[in-house]
């Protein structure tokens, strides 16, 4: 298990347009040949974007983005047509296939902070897709085919514990904490990469326990 704390995220956005940005792997002018991608993921990037802020009409291809709101209200606009709200508890994903262009911005009265991850899918190109799921449920898996890879949402009560899924690689994004992971206490930002299969059967398998109320992202990945 590799641990990533907050503050070793890369610093990106523009803050004197209101945007704040927190990558966890090489994004934009920042390269970092160690630090390219974890299985299929190839970014986690904490975002906060002030009232009025956003990030205008930009392209992209062979990527499937997943956005979860943490707090606010995302406005989503693309060349595909689709024009949605993204608020707490929400999953939207953005398959960019062949090529799209999408806008994001905040026109709400307050911060929007979110979480957007980039997944790298099995075979380039297609045709690109759209879906969102409002108010997804713990005990939901959001699976993303292209990429092999499944998404599960954890909300923890204090002392609650949940168990990482088995899989070759799970990558742990704690969204709030503070959690106990492995031996290790993982708060607000800090991710886990993991990369042995995690049987629930085994008495020694790898388990979350929320210290106060939590919520935590796990990607499920196959290799």
């Known amino acids: 298990m590799d641990v990533r704390r907050s503050g070793e ?20 002018h920042f390269y970092d040949p160690d630090n390219l991608r974890f299985g299929a993921v190839l970014a986690c990037n904490e975002e906060l974007l002030e009232p009025g802020a956003g990030f205008e009409e930009h392209p992209h291809s062979h990527t499937e983005i997943v956005t979860w709101v943490a707090a606010g209200e995302l406005t989503h606009r693309d060349s595909a047509g689709n024009a949605t709200v993204v608020r707490a508890g929400d999953v939207q994903r953005l398959s960019s296939a062949s090529g799209v262009r999408h806008a994001e911005r905040n026109d709400g009265p307050v911060p929007v902070r979110f979480v957007q991850m980039w ?25 993303v085919p292209a990429a092999d890879a499944v998404l599960h949402v954890r909300r923890l009560s204090a002392g609650e514990r949940t168990a990482v899924p088995e899989a070759p690689r799970v ?30 059967d085994d008495p020694d398998h790898l388990e979350i326990l929320a210290v106060a109320p939590a919520e935590v992202l796990l990607w499920e990945l196959s290799g």
């Open 9 to 28: 995220r890369y610093a990106g956005g523009d803050e004197a347009a209101g945007i704040t940005s927190r990558h966890a792997f090489s994004f934009g």
């Open 119 to 143: 997944l790298a899918p099995l075979e380039p190109g297609g045709d690109p897709a759209y879906d969102i799921v409002h108010g997804i449920a713990d005990s939901t898996p959001y699976a």
């Open 171 to 200: 990558y742990a994004h704690v969204v709030r904490g503070p959690v106990r992971l492995g031996g290790e206490l993982l708060d607000d930002g800090d991710s886990a990469r993991i990369t042995a299969l995690n049987d629930p």
